[in-house]
C-alpha cells in the first residue's frame, strides 16, 4: 500500500521570459512574458513505512519542490501525493501531525529565543503530552549533544548548533516521517556526523520514515537504505544502496595537471568528465583498471604533471548512471 503515494506529480512554475537588448528589457517591464518552467515532471514512487530515503539529484533538478508538495507547502500543477490517504496541500492539519521537516535554508527556530524556549513553544503548538516530550528530549539532548548551548538565543549559535536544534524539533512529536532537505550543507564535520547517526538510530528505532535530500554522497551511504535520483525534475533510477554501492562504488576520480592544455585527449578506461585549463578529470571503474595503470598509460602520452585521486562527486556518478541508461536504451 505504501506510507507516501506519488502518482505522476507534475510541477511547473511560471516564470518571466527575459528578452534580450534594451527594447527587451523594456517590454519585459510592460508586458512580462510567462513560460513554463517544469520543475517535477511526471514523477512516480511509493515509500513504505521505516524506510529511509536518499532523494538526490544535481542542483535545480527538482529536488526541493518534491519535498514541498510532500510536506503540502505547495500543490502540483497535476497528479498527486498521498501520506497515509491524506493530500498534504489539501489538508495541511492532519499532515502536520504526521510529520517532520527540516529545511535547511530556512529556520523554524524562533531567532530571539533560547533553545529551551523554542522547544517549550513547539511543545505547545504540538500538544505534545510532557512525558513523552521530556523523553524524546532528554534523547535528543545526549544524542544531539544540545546541552552546551541549551540556554543560549538561538541568534548567537553556529550554523551547526542551530541546525541540530531544528532537527530535535522535527521529531519531537514523532511523527511517522521526516522529511529533511539539505540538513547538513556547512556543517562542519562533527555536526555533520552527529546528525547522520541521530537520523539512523531515530529511523531503527522508531521506524520512523526518513526522506532526506543532500549533496553529500556519506549523508546518503551513511543514512539512507535506498536512493532515488532525479535529474531535470525526472526520476532516473531507484534502488536499494546496496545495488547502487555495488554498481557505483568503484568509480573513481583521476585528476590529471598537464603542463599546457591537451586538445582531443583520449581515454580508453574511462569517461572524461571535464578538460579544462591544463586540468582534465576522468572517471574511471577501479576494477577495470587500477589507478596506478591508469596513471601510467595516460602519462605515456600526454605531458602530466602531477595527478591525483578522488572520491566521485554525486554529479558525476549520476553521469554515469546517465550514460548507461543510454547504453541500454
Ligand atoms: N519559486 C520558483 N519559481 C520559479 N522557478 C522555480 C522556483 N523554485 C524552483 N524553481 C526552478 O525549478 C527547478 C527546480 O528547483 P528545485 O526544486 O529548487 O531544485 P533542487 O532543490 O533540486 O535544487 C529549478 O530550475 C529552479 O530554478
Ligand atoms: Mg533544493
Known amino acids: ?21 534594451l527594447l527587451g528589457g523594456v517590454a519585459d517591464l510592460f508586458a512580462p512574458q510567462w513560460v513554463d518552467k517544469e520543475a517535477v515532471n511526471c514523477i512516480d514512487f511509493t515509500i513504505n513505512q521505516g524506510e529511509s530515503v536518499g532523494y538526490i539529484g544535481p542542483n535545480g533538478s527538482g529536488k526541493s519542490t518534491t519535498i514541498k508538495m510532500l510536506t503540502g507547502i505547495l500543490y502540483p500543477t497535476s497528479g498527486r501525493v498521498l501520506v497515509n490517504h491524506v493530500e498534504p496541500y489539501h489538508n495541511r492539519l492532519k499532515n502536520a501531525s504526521m510529520i517532520g521537516a527540516v529545511f535547511g535554508q530556512r529556520s523554524q527556530l524562533w531567532w530571539d529565543l533560547a533553545i529551551r524556549e523554542s522547544f517549550e513553544l513547539f511543545r505547545h503548538i504540538y500538544r505534545i503530552p510532557y512525558p513523552m516530550f521530556k523523553k524524546n528530549l532528554d534523547k535528543m539532548v545526549e544524542l544531539l549533544g544540545l546541552n552546551e ?32 532537505d539539505e540538513p547538513t550543507i556547512g556543517l562542519d564535520v562533527v555536526a555533520k556526523e552527529q546528525v547522520r547517526l541521530f537520523l539512523r538510530e531515530i529511523n531503527k528505532e522508531k521506524q520512523t520514515t526518513i526522506i532526506l535530500t543532500t549533496h553529500d554522497m556519506d549523508d546518503i551511504q551513511q543514512v539512507c537504505e535506498r536512493l532515488i535520483l532525479i535529474d531535470h525534475g525526472q526520476l532516473i533510477f531507484d534502488s536499494p544502496m546496496e545495488h547502487f554501492v555495488n554498481q557505483y562504488g568503484k568509480e573513481r576520480m583521476l585528476l590529471l595537471q598537464f603542463e599546457h592544455h591537451v586538445d582531443n585527449l583520449q581515454v580508453d578506461h574511462g569517461v572524461l568528465v571535464e578538460n579544462q ?7 574511471f571503474n577501479k576494477d577495470s583498471i587500477s589507478a596506478t595503470k591508469l596513471i601510467q598509460k595516460m602519462t605515456e602520452c600526454y605531458p602530466v604533471m ?19 541508461r543510454g547504453r541500454n536504451e
Open 1 to 21: 500500500m505504501g506510507l507516501i503515494r506519488v502518482e505522476q506529480l507534475y510541477k511547473v512554475y511560471k516564470v518571466k521570459n527575459s528578452r534580450k537588448g
Open 149 to 180: 548551548f541549551y540556554s543560549t538565543p538561538v541568534r548567537q549559535l553556529s550554523l551547526g548548533q542551530r541546525m541540530r536544534a531544528e532537527i530535535a524539533c522535527a521529531f519531537f512529536h514523532e511523527p511517522l516521517i521526516v522529511y529533511l
Open 277 to 283: 585549463n591544463n586540468q582534465a578529470k576522468i572517471l
Open 306 to 324: 602531477d595527478c591525483k585521486i578522488e572520491e566521485p562527486k554525486i554529479e558525476h556518478l549520476m553521469r554515469m548512471v546517465y550514460e548507461e
